[in-house]
Nanobody, 125 residues
Framework: QAQLVESGGGLVQAGGSLRLSCAAS????????MAWFRQAPGKEREFVAA????????EYGDFVKGRFTVSRDNAKNTMDLQMNSLKPEDTAVYYC??????????????????WGQGTQVTVSS
């Protein structure tokens, strides 16, 4: 029933920053964990970051740890991904996803129930 819409993607130069946002509609997602995944052409969908329902715990893929920060605002029904020090290897379509129960952190894309349509992030050299 939930609808997830990503925004904030675009074209940036290597070393730059972007802030992605995932907005949920249809119902509140306060009891769900949320995550970001990305997929580049010819590659598998890749785990980026996850956050528990209350934001108490987060997890990041090794390739983005220290550069990306995931956060959520349950009052606004949104999840953000602050991406700093972007690299060309970060170029991909970025998707937000949710799953229940929200206290668990899961990195496998197949475990998530709801997905957005994605937003393109392109990082130039």
């Amino acid at each position: 029933q939930a609808q997830l819409v990503e925004s904030g993607g675009g074209l940036v130069q290597a070393g730059g920053s972007l802030r992605l946002s995932c907005a949920a509609s249809g119902r509140t997602l306060s009891s769900y964990s949320m995550a970001w995944f990305r997929q580049a052409p010819g590659k598998e969908r890749e785990f980026v970051a996850a956050i528990t329902w209350n934001g108490g715990r987060t997890e990041y893929g090794d390739f983005v740890k220290g550069r990306f920060t995931v956060s959520r605002d349950n009052a606004k029904n949104t999840m953000d991904l602050q991406m700093n020090s972007l690299k060309p290897e970060d170029t991909a379509v970025y998707y937000c996803a949710t799953r229940f129960p929200g206290h668990e952190l899961v990195v496998a894309s197949g475990e998530y129930n709801y997905w957005g349509q994605g937003t393109q992030v392109t990082v130039s050299s």
